[in-house]
């Protein structure tokens, strides 16, 4: 499976974003899906996670009210919605397909990882 994420960008801080992750190919529909930050200097962290219909979904605490996950099986899509961008938002985002139906936080309960997309929040 490949996944290719895109959405990213330079905005301000106020801004927002929506992030897209596109799979190859199965699976996706059954999986649920993840995704993931990595900013310079720290270790990767998650962010957010979808199960594999779209019917629940889990935030990390800095997200949480600001960012959104959704996705659209017909189009084999994940997005990552991002409103009220902060400085601190800024990193490499990666989307990941998870080996399970639901959702998970931890990095080793996925699978396939696309190469991510950069996200740069001003002040």
């Known amino acids: 499976v490949q996944l290719q994420a895109s959405g990213g960008g330079l905005v301000q801080a106020g801004d927002s974003l929506r992030l897209s992750c596109a799979a190859s190919r199965r699976p996706f529909s059954s999986n649920a899906m993840g995704w993931f930050r990595q900013a310079p200097g720290k270790e990767r962290e998650f962010v957010a996670s979808?199960?594999?219909?779209?019917?629940?979904?889990l935030y990390s605490n800095s997200v949480k009210g600001r960012f959104t996950v959704s996705r659209d099986n017909a189009k084999n899509t994940v997005y990552l919605q991002m409103n009220s961008l902060k400085p601190e938002d800024t990193a490499v985002y990666y989307c990941?397909?998870?080996?399970?139906?639901?959702?998970?936080?931890?990095?080793?309960?996925?699978?396939?990882w696309g190469q991510g997309t950069q996200v740069t929040v001003s002040s």
């Open positions: 979808i199960s594999w219909n779209g019917g629940n979904a």
């Open positions: 990941a397909t998870s080996k399970f139906s639901r959702v998970a936080i931890s990095s080793d309960a996925y699978m396939y």
